[in-house]
């Protein structure tokens, strides 16, 4: 019975290890060539794996997979950002919500030293008109997320409704594209404008902050649907 356990407890080490080492392998694949551009195989192959069925044994479809890697770093991120909402209380200042949403993710990238695809990976995914509902679910699915976006829209300035949902699409645009631009030049040993990822979290903050507190230029405002003149997660 002890040797049944035993063997139990080392066949689970190994699946473990299987899959952290597919989801890695995943995870830069994606990051590097484009969800759609990468197979199965492929991924099994760069994790070592001589099965070929080896992603679909352990995780099943590729969106199931790209749900396990966002899923993979859900905790620490979320993690972050509890700590900084800690802090922040009912503050009335639109940076504080700003900084407490941009925070996070920068945060966790120096956390995981280089090089890193996260970001790079959470934009192809973003941008895929399929698998991005993944990540929009997922972020949803997280209370402290809800708490800094709902913040965030008690600070806004009044705005028309439609410049409202324009500079949310800007805001999202930075937040998703720009950590990915920085962590691709980094992994290519490109020069990046700032020394560390808190900086450029500074960095980003700022012209998020300035988006939404910028001028609008009287009559320039088109029309569009009022619904969407909220920020979203």
């Given at each position: 019975?002890?040797?049944?356990?035993?063997?139990?407890?080392?066949?689970?080490?190994?699946?473990?290890?299987?899959?952290?080492?597919?989801?890695s392998a995943a995870e830069r694949l994606f990051a590097e060539r484009g969800v759609n551009s990468v197979s199965n195989r492929q991924v099994s192959e760069a994790a070592g794996q001589g099965n070929n069925a080896a992603v679909g044994y352990h995780f099943g479809?590729?969106?199931d997979l790209v749900?396990?890697?966002?899923?993979?770093h859900?905790?620490?991120?979320?993690?972050?950002r509890v700590r900084l909402l800690a802090g922040?209380?009912?503050s009335p200042d639109l940076r504080d919500w700003v900084d407490c949403l941009v925070r996070p993710v920068p945060e966790h990238l120096a956390a995981l030293g280089g090089p890193t695809w996260f970001a790079r990976f959470c934009a192809q995914v973003m941008t895929d008109p399929v698998l991005h509902q993944i990540?929009?679910?997922e972020s949803l699915a997280s209370p402290s997320l809800r708490r800094i976006v709902d913040g965030l829209n008690r600070c806004l300035p009044e705005l028309p409704a439609e410049v409202r949902a324009e500079r949310g699409d800007m805001a999202r645009h930075l937040l998703i594209h720009l950590p990915a631009e920085r962590e691709r030049a980094l992994a290519e040993n490109r020069p990046v404008p700032r020394a560390s990822w808190h900086d450029y979290a500074t960095g980003l903050a700022d012209a998020?902050?300035?988006?939404?507190?910028?001028?609008v230029t009287p009559g320039k405002a088109g029309t569009g649907d009022p619904g969407e003149g909220r920020a979203r997660a």
């Open positions: 019975m002890v040797n049944m356990a035993a063997g139990r407890a080392v066949r689970a080490e190994q699946v473990s290890a299987t899959r952290e080492l597919i989801l479809t590729k969106a749900r396990a890697i966002a899923r993979k859900a905790d620490r991120v979320e993690e972050i922040l209380g009912d990540m929009v679910e998020i902050v300035g988006i939404w507190l910028a001028p």
